[in-house]
């Protein structure tokens, strides 16, 4: 059986190996600027990466694409579920995938109150068209962060990314579905 026939298998499971993750984003077609230009909900898919339910912990929303230039990479819901944009943290994103004790339910209000003090309406990154295991398809690029988020197309409003970090050796696996706004 084709990775792309197990797609809504491993969707649906929320996990796979590194491998069988790898396998299916390989499977999938590229995606172009424009096709990303939106809002999207997030959710992770679990490979046994270090940052595997961090962002749910955390009450991570997803990404907003409003133009090549202008992206913001980390939306998150405060406690009346509305939405606000984060400024990733460089020294956080470098340590706290180290601490799985961030990931624990009892740490979800520390989560919620950090990203709340790095608010922002500022653009944290850009969408370009780069080359990622062979093909090109578009590609966040967070301005002060060594992070490149690769997109590729499981159907019209459901995308497959992954995130390559300089400082990981194992790559970490997303689901982004567009919102209707």
């Given at each position: 059986m084709k990775t792309t026939e197990n797609t809504p298998l491993i969707l649906e499971k929320g996990h796979a190996t590194?491998?069988?993750a790898l396998q299916l984003f390989d499977s999938l077609e590229p995606v172009n600027l424009d096709f990303m230009m939106g809002r999207w909900q997030g959710s992770g898919l679990d490979?046994?990466?270090?940052m595997d339910g961090l962002l749910e912990a955390s009450n991570w929303y997803g990404k907003e694409f409003v133009d090549p230039e202008t992206v913001h990479p980390l939306l998150f819901l405060d406690n009346q579920g509305k939405i606000f944009k984060v400024a990733p943290?460089?020294?956080?994103?470098n340590s706290i995938g180290k601490f799985?004790?961030?990931?624990?339910?009892f740490m979800k209000p520390l989560l919620m109150l950090t990203n709340s003090l790095l608010k922002t309406e500022e653009s944290q990154a850009r969408l370009r068209m780069m080359e990622y295991r062979g093909i090109v398809s578009a590609t966040m690029i967070y301005d002060y962060l060594p992070i490149n988020d690769t997109f590729r197309k499981i159907d019209d409003?459901?995308?497959f990314g992954i995130m390559d970090f300089k400082n990981s050796s194992q790559p970490f696996f997303f689901v982004l579905k567009r919102c209707v706004i």
């Open positions: 590194t491998e069988e490979t046994n990466h270090p943290n460089p020294s956080a994103m799985p004790i961030f990931k624990k339910p409003n459901t995308v």
